[in-house]
């Protein structure tokens, strides 16, 4: 029986569910490309969230790991002549 939330009840026992039962897994392929022959990049990632996250919160999760993702996959920089 559920009794609160992340709260459950079995036999009289008071069970809560850790933070790690919390989240879901869900599966999201990233991809950039320079729009150069070749120059693309593309990758199944799996990604930790809360079970109960809004939109915008899945949202947020998914432009950050993106962002992190984009940094790690590139290489590049600027010169001044």
Known sequence: MIIG???YQFNQRT???TEAEMMKTINVTFQIST???GSEMKEE???LV?????EDQL???LREA????VWE???GGWKIN
Do not use: G, H, Q
């Open 5 to 7: 939330k992340n709260i």
């Open 15 to 17: 069970i809560f569910k």
């Open 35 to 37: 729009r150069y022959v």
């Open 45 to 47: 990632i799996e990604l």
């Open 50 to 54: 809360p079970e109960d996250a809004t």
């Open 59 to 61: 949202d947020e999760i």
């Open 66 to 69: 993106f962002e992190e993702w």
């Open 73 to 75: 996959s590139t290489d």
